[in-house]
């Protein structure tokens, strides 16, 4: 069998075609590392089936979630699959797409994260995409800024003038004020530190490309739960069509940014 997978990347799709079931001895490899992961007593699997879409599946039929389960038909083992909310609660006649296996849709969304480095176009667009975020955030924290600079001028003014003030309600008015200066000057702190943040980090192409080509050494030592977790970061939303056998991944860019980072961290 074979399923189309199509990238949803900012409002462009862009078509791929790829074999719905990775190669046995490289998936065999990623098993053995994640057995051997929990065995070895690291972080506690909460999502011990490696339900990796769950949350974010949706079946293209009936607008509606897909959700895991699994059977067990053989002594010590199961067969995985997601099935659709609207098949589940009212019927398989009532869906097209009903259910599909687990293991064929992740690996083919797995596929479709791996093919963002082979895919100049979506390359590209992520750094522009991520470039201009950067700028606006840094025109954004600017305006932040000198909001809160005038304030605190328009602050210190009123407060010299209460100075001169005698009273009991003078006094309390100064001690509001300078709990808001107290609480403006702080942020203003945040402001800036972001500030320097934002203007000392860039992310070009050749980063992003070999963050992307590292994904499967990353991938091999995540728990299930981080594997999860992992795809979440990256993906957005995934629809499935079981009419047609189409995939389509709806990738979230700062997400693809926060994997930048994780990579570079490991």
């Not at 972001?194 to 991938?219: C, M, N, Y």
């Not at 970061?233 to 990738?251: A, I, K, N, P, W």
Request: net charge positive; hydrophobic share 35%; charged share 30%.
């Amino acid at each position: 069998m074979v399923y189309v997978g199509k990238i949803e990347y900012e409002g462009q799709i862009y078509d791929g075609e790829h074999k719905a079931v990775v190669d046995p001895e490289v998936w065999q490899r990623v098993q053995d590392r994640l057995r051997f992961n929990a065995k070895t007593g690291g972080r506690q699997i909460r999502n011990k089936y490696g339900a990796v879409l769950k949350g974010i599946l949706t079946c293209e039929s009936c607008a509606a979630g897909m959700i895991h389960t699994y059977t067990q038909r053989k002594p010590n083992k199961l067969y995985r699959y997601y099935v659709c909310v609207n098949a589940h609660q009212k019927g398989y006649n009532q869906c097209p797409t009903r259910s599909v296996s687990a293991p064929v849709i992740e690996q083919a969304v797995i596929d479709q994260i791996r093919g963002i480095a082979a895919n100049p176009t979506v390359v590209d667009e992520t750094v522009r995409q991520l470039d201009e975020q950067r700028v606006a955030g840094i025109e954004g924290l600017e305006r932040e800024k000198r909001v809160m600079e005038s304030e605190l001028q328009r602050l210190g003014k009123e407060i010299a003038g209460l100075v001169r003030v005698a009273g009991k309600a003078a006094t309390d008015r100064m001690a509001d004020l300078q709990d808001r200066v107290s609480v403006l000057e702080r942020q203003l702190r945040e402001v800036r530190d972001q500030l320097a943040e934002s203007v000392g980090h860039t992310v070009d192409a050749a980063s992003v490309r070999k963050t992307l080509r590292e994904f499967d050494r990353i991938w091999a030592e995540l728990t299930p739960r981080e594997q999860e977790k992992f795809v979440k970061t990256l993906v957005e939303r995934v629809t499935y069509d079981g009419e047609t056998g189409t995939v389509t991944v709806g990738f979230r860019t700062t997400g693809i940014k926060q994997l930048c980072v994780e990579v570079q961290n490991r």
